[in-house]
């Protein structure tokens, strides 16, 4: 019988990303664009349009619209609490046998507003798949800043 490497097996099964972005906005005006940037202003790779629908109240779904009952489920608001918290639960963008949460906590820091985003999933990822997933976070931090330039 083969030995296997339990420790080794689960850090292979998890994912836990933790990012803080600043943007120097009011804490309800980030919220509201953290919304947009998940919703219908969302983009996939190479900046291309991705027409993503979230439903901003507790149970409601975010998911890819492709049009005509077409499309993906990428979760479920499991919290939300405007303008300080969202939470969502799902496999997110992952189409294999994976759980997912993902928090946004936003909160006042001066004149700026702090979100810090934390992605935890547990699953069986293909080899190399979680190198690319923090690549999507990014491009949304990118654009919530692009909308609040620090010097005005």
Not at 122 to 145: C, E, V
């Amino acid at each position: 019988m083969a030995q296997v490497d339990a420790p080794a097996a689960m850090a292979d099964m998890t994912l836990d990303i933790t990012e803080e972005m600043r943007v120097r906005a009011p804490l309800a005006e980030t919220f509201a664009a953290l919304l947009d940037e998940l919703g219908p202003e969302n983009r996939g790779m190479e900046e291309r349009p991705m027409p993503m629908v979230l439903e901003a109240r507790p149970g409601g779904r975010w998911y890819r619209d492709l049009g005509d009952g077409n499309g993906h489920l990428w979760g479920h608001v499991q919290a939300i609490r405007q303008p300080t918290l969202l939470e969502i639960n799902g496999p997110l963008m992952m189409s294999f046998a994976v759980a997912s949460n993902l928090q946004y906590r936003l909160k006042t820091d001066g004149n700026e507003t702090v979100i810090t985003l934390r992605h935890t999933a547990f699953g069986m990822f293909p080899d190399g798949y979680k190198d690319a997933l923090t690549q999507g976070w990014i491009g949304i931090y990118r654009r919530l800043a692009a909308r609040f330039p620090k010097e005005k």
